[in-house]
């Protein structure tokens, strides 16, 4: 996910991000009732770094010479993803577009009874939209922890301004953290694509999901790629294998209250955040937020990943 970061600049601003904080305004999302059991849900999270032929910024954002041939690219492996699971049985499907700017997707190419999350900000980041009625989650395009030295555009959130996230103690990559956001919720992901060191790093946390290796790292900036069509092939078939064994997967959770702690590169952040009563200092880069839940260690993650104080309507 690109990066959306928090530029607290005033104590007027941080006065009302007290206020916003200590009131309880900032509600987990509610959670629908599970459906009944003869419906088959599925979310499919969709980031782009981990998408094959993807390597450095020319094909991530707008302003990129390579991002529009990207976000079709990035559509397809998401396409193969939603063929597959409906191939399975997938009676409702949710996607989520969650690189950048969160408007990377190509809509019009879905199927029609697919809905699609779109934009930011929104409760769940990510996940949002996730509910405990949904049987399985797939992460598409996802790539390496910002404290991974080997994977391509390897970030935790932000790659401009995060150094470490980490959970209870533990650090940990996007695909983890939405990993026990959706555990939180009773629902198991049970397939991701990415680059061979994401795919490695996700395996060791979550156990053996299945998985589809859509490039090779070879530095942060460097790849040897599959094609787009053979990496939306595998993708396929990926997703075809995880339904086939759908009862191997079992959701993966952290044991609440959620202590988040997450180290800026620079200091400033972490020196203002520390103004909010509900955060703690841990060192001159990182700030400590214990959280009921992962819904709540989520919209604090997503807060200071969206807040600035130049936000117009």
Same mark, same amino acid.
């Given at each position: 996910?690109?990066?959306?970061?928090?530029? !607290?600049?005033?104590?007027?601003?941080?006065?009302?991000?007290?206020? @916003? &904080?200590? #009131?309880?305004? *900032?509600?987990?999302? %509610?959670?629908a009732a599970a459906t009944p059991a003869t419906k088959l849900k599925v979310y499919i999270s969709v980031d782009m770094e981990g998408v094959a032929g993807t390597v450095t910024a020319d094909q991530l954002s707008p302003s990129g010479f390579e991002y529009e041939r990207f976000r079709r690219f990035m559509t397809n492996e998401t396409l193969a993803a939603v063929q597959a699971a409906k191939g399975a049985g997938a009676s409702e499907i949710v996607v989520s577009d969650s690189h950048g700017n969160g408007e990377n997707?190509?809509?019009?190419?879905f199927p029609a009874d697919v809905r699609i999350v779109r934009s930011w900000p929104r409760h769940g980041g990510m996940m949002a939209g996730l509910d405990g009625s949904f049987v399985a989650a797939l992460f598409v395009g996802?790539? !390496?922890?910002?404290?991974?030295?080997?994977?391509?555009?390897?970030? @935790? &959130?932000? #790659?401009?301004? *995060?150094?470490?996230? %980490?959970?209870?103690?533990?650090?940990?990559?996007?695909?983890?953290?939405?990993?026990?956001?959706?555990?939180?919720?009773g629902v198991p992901v049970i397939f991701a694509s990415g680059d061979d060191?994401?795919?490695?790093?996700l395996k060791s946390r979550l156990g053996n999901l299945e998985?589809?290796?859509?490039?090779?790292?070879?530095?942060?900036?460097?790849?040897?790629?599959?094609?787009?069509?053979?990496?939306?092939?595998?993708?396929?078939l990926g997703v075809k294998a995880a339904f086939e064994r759908l009862h191997d997967f079992?959701?993966?959770?952290?044991?609440?209250?959620?202590?988040?702690?997450?180290?800026?590169?620079?200091?400033t952040p972490a020196e203002m955040l520390s103004y909010l009563r509900i955060v703690e200092r841990v060192d001159s880069h990182t700030v400590r937020f214990v959280g009921k839940d992962m819904a709540e260690a989520s919209d604090f993650i997503d807060f200071i990943d969206s807040y600035s104080a130049e936000m117009t309507p």
């Amino acid at each position: 996910m690109f990066s959306r970061i928090c530029k !607290a600049t005033s104590v007027l601003t941080l006065a009302f991000c007290v206020a @916003t &904080f200590g #009131s309880g305004s *900032l509600r987990p999302p %509610t959670h629908a009732a599970a459906t009944p059991a003869t419906k088959l849900k599925v979310y499919i999270s969709v980031d782009m770094e981990g998408v094959a032929g993807t390597v450095t910024a020319d094909q991530l954002s707008p302003s990129g010479f390579e991002y529009e041939r990207f976000r079709r690219f990035m559509t397809n492996e998401t396409l193969a993803a939603v063929q597959a699971a409906k191939g399975a049985g997938a009676s409702e499907i949710v996607v989520s577009d969650s690189h950048g700017n969160g408007e990377n997707l190509l809509i019009e190419l879905f199927p029609a009874d697919v809905r699609i999350v779109r934009s930011w900000p929104r409760h769940g980041g990510m996940m949002a939209g996730l509910d405990g009625s949904f049987v399985a989650a797939l992460f598409v395009g996802y790539h !390496a922890a910002t404290t991974n030295p080997h994977g391509v555009r390897a970030h @935790t &959130f932000s #790659s401009a301004h *995060l150094a470490k996230v %980490t959970l209870n103690g533990s650090g940990v990559t996007e695909g983890e953290f939405n990993a026990a956001y959706a555990g939180a919720l009773g629902v198991p992901v049970i397939f991701a694509s990415g680059d061979d060191v994401a795919m490695a790093e996700l395996k060791s946390r979550l156990g053996n999901l299945e998985t589809v290796e859509t490039k090779k790292a070879l530095g942060f900036h460097s790849a040897e790629t599959l094609t787009p069509d053979a990496a939306s092939e595998r993708i396929g078939l990926g997703v075809k294998a995880a339904f086939e064994r759908l009862h191997d997967f079992t959701p993966y959770v952290v044991k609440a209250p959620i202590t988040l702690e997450i180290t800026f590169k620079n200091y400033t952040p972490a020196e203002m955040l520390s103004y909010l009563r509900i955060v703690e200092r841990v060192d001159s880069h990182t700030v400590r937020f214990v959280g009921k839940d992962m819904a709540e260690a989520s919209d604090f993650i997503d807060f200071i990943d969206s807040y600035s104080a130049e936000m117009t309507p």
